[in-house]
């Protein structure tokens, strides 16, 4: 067995346990995390079948943009986590049925292969040698996709703004202000100068030193 194929099967060990403790850890934080782990997995298979920017793009964007935010929506929101498991076996034969479609067609995908004829006007479909350049990438998204790439933008605008919404809401738990009685505050309203008389201990005579327990007691023994 080559050394590409045991990278590719510890990769892909690693990206399935990964994704199994996203929708089975019972933190949110611990979820996220996780799938940051699985990001960078998918990624390094990438790497494996030589599609660098795919890759690079898959990090960058995923990792260092979309589950950062994830993660300070999560903490910022204070999930209650008991409360949301008081549902699950209700939606359980719902996503039960989901999971075993999703996985019917992954299997369908991966057993039977597509002939090239099935695609139009002949073409293979894509693979890493015939991906493109980056250039032919943003041509093909500011140009025949432009408007799903615009649609997908607000979304993701939407869902930042939704997320600000929810944080700044009114609860009994939190501190909060209004920022116009913050702007409206002055100078003599924070600060209050008071003015003290100086002291100086300079010209007291010097304190006694302190006598011990002992001696104390010694002293008392030698009394009449």
Do not use: C
């Not at 699985?38 to 030589?50: H, N, R």
């Not at 964007?61 to 409360?83: E, Q, T």
């Not at 649609?151 to 609860?171: E, P, Q």
């Amino acid at each position: 067995m080559e050394f590409k194929t045991v990278l590719f099967y510890v990769f892909g060990v690693i990206l399935v346990l990964a994704a199994l403790r996203v929708i089975t850890a019972r933190n949110p934080v611990h979820a996220a995390l996780f799938l940051v782990l699985s990001f960078f997995s998918a990624a390094a298979l990438w790497m494996l079948l030589q599609a660098e920017f795919l890759a690079i793009v898959l990090v960058l964007v995923y990792v260092g943009a979309v589950m950062v935010l994830f993660l300070f929506v999560v903490m910022m929101l204070d999930i209650n986590i008991d409360k949301l498991r008081e549902g699950f076996w209700g939606y359980f034969p719902l996503a039960s049925v989901i999971g075993v479609v999703i996985v019917l067609e992954m299997a369908a995908v991966l057993l039977y292969s597509f002939p090239v004829d099935s695609f139009p006007d002949g073409q293979a479909p894509v693979s890493a040698g015939n991906i493109g350049t980056t250039k032919a990438l943003g041509l093909q998204i500011f140009t025949k996709y432009m408007y799903g790439f615009e649609i997908a933008a607000v979304i993701l605008l939407v869902a930042i703004i939704a997320a600000t919404a929810l944080t700044l809401r009114r609860r009994k738990d939190s501190k909060h202000f209004a920022p116009s009685d913050a702007v409206k505050v002055k100078r003599n309203d924070r600060v209050r100068l008071v003015q003290m008389k100086s002291e100086s201990t300079r010209n007291d005579p010097p304190a006694a030193p302190p006598v011990s327990a002992s001696a104390t007691a010694a002293a008392a023994d030698k009394q009449p």
